[in-house]
């Protein structure tokens, strides 16, 4: 049974840092793995998908990376911004005959102060 | 593009009930998969759909059942509603391909049980 954990479980830091978030996980017979944010009460945002066979992905201020065979992830965040306060999730999909099952961690909650 | 789309957005509900919950996926999206959050967790997966079928199920009982339509749309169905329902619903939809795209997310409903 897959299972996803992510540490720290809340982060506080002054705006302008860089931080890492982590993401484990116990199976690597995965698809994908995606990181989201989730504003409190809402819906999943997609921020990034890292492929099985990728390394990692960019998009903007956010890096992460993918290293499968330790099943681990990061979500690295460059110069934090007050707006980047939410929760960040990540989830893998399952592989061979459980394609389409997603599992989640619980989230890092960060706070990020001016 | 109106995005991932869900209703109702809240839902009160009595022990033993049944309740219906629906979802439009993404324009261009076929695959919608369910999922259940508790508050303060990461979401759990219930089952996805494809080509109006159930294609995966997560560790949920028979009381949680869904359809896809021929537009795509998909509802959930839960019968004899215990307290323990009580969380928020999410759908999500991709194009099919497994592993291949990102799972886009609707705002969710939010589903008291009393």
């Known amino acids: 049974k897959q299972e996803v954990t992510q540490i720290p479980a809340a982060l506080s830091v002054p705006e302008g840092e860089n931080l890492v978030l982590n993401c484990s996980f116990t199976?690597?017979?995965?698809?994908?793995l995606q990181w989201f944010r989730q504003d409190p009460g809402k819906g999943l945002t997609s921020l990034l998908l890292?492929?099985?066979?990728?390394r990692e992905q960019t998009s903007g201020r956010l890096n992460a990376s993918l290293d499968k065979s330790s099943g681990r992830s990061t979500l690295y965040i460059a110069a934090s911004q007050p707006g980047d306060s939410a929760t960040y999730l990540c989830?893998?999909?399952?592989?061979?005959?459980?394609?389409?099952?997603?599992?989640f961690g619980d989230g890092t909650t960060l706070t990020v102060k001016p | 593009d109106a995005g991932v789309t869900q209703s109702p957005t809240h839902l009160i509900k009595t022990r033993g009930q049944q309740v219906t919950l629906r979802c439009s996926p993404k324009?261009?999206?076929?695959?919608v998969s369910w999922y259940q959050q508790a508050l303060g967790q990461g979401p759990q997966f219930i089952f996805q759909?494809?080509?109006?079928?159930?294609?995966q199920r997560g560790n949920f009982p028979d009381r949680f059942s869904g359809h896809q339509f021929p537009n795509y749309s998909s509802e959930l169905n839960v019968n004899a509603l215990l307290l323990g329902d009580s969380a928020l619903y999410l759908c999500?939809?991709?194009?099919?391909?497994?592993?291949?795209?990102?799972?886009?997310f609707g705002p969710g409903t939010r589903l008291t049980v009393t």
């Open positions: 999500a939809s991709s194009p099919a391909g497994t592993g291949l795209y990102e799972q886009y």
């Open positions: 199976d690597s017979a995965i698809y994908n």
């Open positions: 890292i492929q099985s066979s990728q």
């Open positions: 989830a893998v999909e399952a592989g061979d005959t459980n394609a389409g099952k997603s599992t």
């Open positions: 324009s261009g999206h076929d695959t």
């Open positions: 759909y494809y080509e109006e079928e159930e294609r």
